[in-house]
């Protein structure tokens, strides 16, 4: 990680603009990869990656609000934002903001997330103007009327029904709820159809007023862009709209918490008339700020993360036993999640959980080989670099970045930090994650006999 000091930018004769701020904090090779970063006053911050390779741009807004931040009335509040910030502005209909970006070729796009929401475009370097424009206006004009918000929530609703008919998709709400319970993270980030129904157009839009404004805001840019230029673009289009805020405001801190996770060894089943049975085993695993998720992205690799995998080479070539079988990882800011996933046939759930069961304690107990631990260490490089490819992923990485740890690391420094991995540190860590007593979720049509043993596959 580096920061190389603070350059002065364009002055003019406002004492506001005198104070932005503008750091070069990754200095790239001939300006390609270069991570320049300016706070404006008001607290908003704006972070560009260069790369004129190519002739294309994405441009995004982070907002530092996730379904995290929700009480339990407000359960669905962020996402159900999420939509109506795209159902029209002072400026533009609906139509108006859909058409500007269609009629460029470009792609618009959100996603809400536990401690996040991100709202981006992706157009030719030369649409990124309207880009900027179209996006600024959505964050900061929205007009979020009643009878908006009574037309989204039919959608909303739906899209909460396609998600209860995906039982694959599903299981991972309800392992959240396993581990955490009923707080913010053991929630659906969609929200439930009793709390959607009951959300108002007032409520949303004082979530919208607290949540919204510059200092919990990231301006993200990658691809063939110039930094000045989205600066200035930027600032234009918030002074617009009125909504640079407080000129003397800090931006807020990546966030911190309270350890959530419950104790583990809890059981959730959800019975459903499905062709398989869906299955996640998990524990507790490691917040996004701890220095073992190095060693942990190995373990989770090594684990279930491709074709080679002990899961995948276990459970599903050497006895077929499911067509989908992999480890993940989830990390938060003060805590986090790993787990198992499977889906199988309802007779064989008991089979494919006895063998995901063994493969955690003989790791936790004796390490994976080196050869496994070098294997997953080639593979996660690999697949880090070549998930940077493109101008949205560089923007993803650079803003979340920001937001959630509150400096950028290169590339490089990456893929030192996960070559720097020894098999110790993969050892000690699998037997902190893997030594833990699991939790277990499943969805499937389960009989009583097999729910009742379904138990004893945590005990």
């Known amino acids: 990680m580096t920061s190389r000091g603070f350059e002065a930018t364009a002055r003019t004769s406002s004492e506001a603009r005198a104070v932005a701020r503008t750091q070069t904090l990754i200095k790239g090779h001939n300006g390609i990869g270069t991570v320049r970063k300016t706070t404006l006053p008001g607290g908003l911050r704006i972070v560009t990656e260069t790369l004129p390779s190519v002739r294309s741009a994405t441009f995004g807004i982070w907002a530092h609000v996730g379904s995290r931040d929700e009480t339990p009335a407000l359960n669905g509040a962020t996402h159900y934002l999420e939509h109506l910030l795209f159902k029209g502005t002072g400026r533009r209909s609906a139509l108006d903001i859909s058409a500007a970006v269609d009629a460029v070729g470009g792609e618009m796009n959100a996603f809400t997330a536990k401690e996040y929401t991100c709202y981006y475009a992706r157009v030719l370097d030369t649409d990124l103007p309207l880009a900027i424009d179209v996006v600024c206006d959505m964050l900061t004009g929205s007009l979020i009327r009643e009878e908006d918000v009574d037309v989204e929530r039919g959608a909303i609703l739906e899209e909460i029904a396609m998600t209860e008919d995906d039982p694959g998709d599903c299981v991972h709400d309800l392992f959240a709820h396993t581990m955490f319970g009923d707080n913010p993270l053991g929630r ?56 640079l805020g407080d000129t003397g405001a800090a931006p807020v801190a990546p966030r911190d918490g309270r350890r959530s996770v419950r104790a583990a060894g809890r059981v959730e089943l959800l019975g459903r008339r499905t062709e398989q049975a869906h299955v996640v085993l998990g524990m507790p695993g490691l917040a996004r700020t701890d220095d073992r998720r190095w060693a942990l992205g190995v373990l989770n690799t090594a684990l279930g993360g491709g074709m080679s995998s002990r899961l995948f080479q276990e459970v599903r070539e050497k006895r077929g036993l499911a067509y989908s079988v992999y480890s993940y990882t989830s990390g938060f800011a003060d805590c986090g999640l790993f787990g198992v996933y499977a889906g199988c046939r309802p007779s064989q759930v008991h089979d494919v959980l006895k063998i995901c069961r063994d493969e955690l304690d003989h790791v936790a107990e004796h390490g994976l080989t080196d050869e496994e631990i070098g294997r997953a260490i080639g593979q996660l490089r690999g697949s880090t670099v070549l998930g940077l490819e493109d101008t949205g992923a ?39 994650i893997l030594g833990q007593r699991p939790s277990l979720s499943v969805i499937g049509p389960l009989k009583d006999k097999q729910a009742a043993r379904l138990h004893d596959a945590v005990a």
């Open 188 to 243: 659906p980030v969609l929200g439930t159809v009793d709390t959607v129904n009951a959300l108002t157009a007032d409520r949303i839009r004082r979530f919208y007023k607290k949540h919204y404004d510059p200092t919990h805001l990231i301006v993200a840019a990658a691809g063939n862009v110039d930094h000045n230029k989205v600066v200035r673009q930027v600032r234009a289009a918030f002074e617009k709209a009125g909504a």
């Open 394 to 432: 560089l923007m993803n990485r650079i803003g979340k970045s920001e937001l959630c740890w509150g400096e950028q690391m290169s590339v490089d420094d990456m893929l030192t930090r996960i070559a720097s991995v020894t098999p110790d540190d993969v050892r000690a860590v699998a037997g902190d």
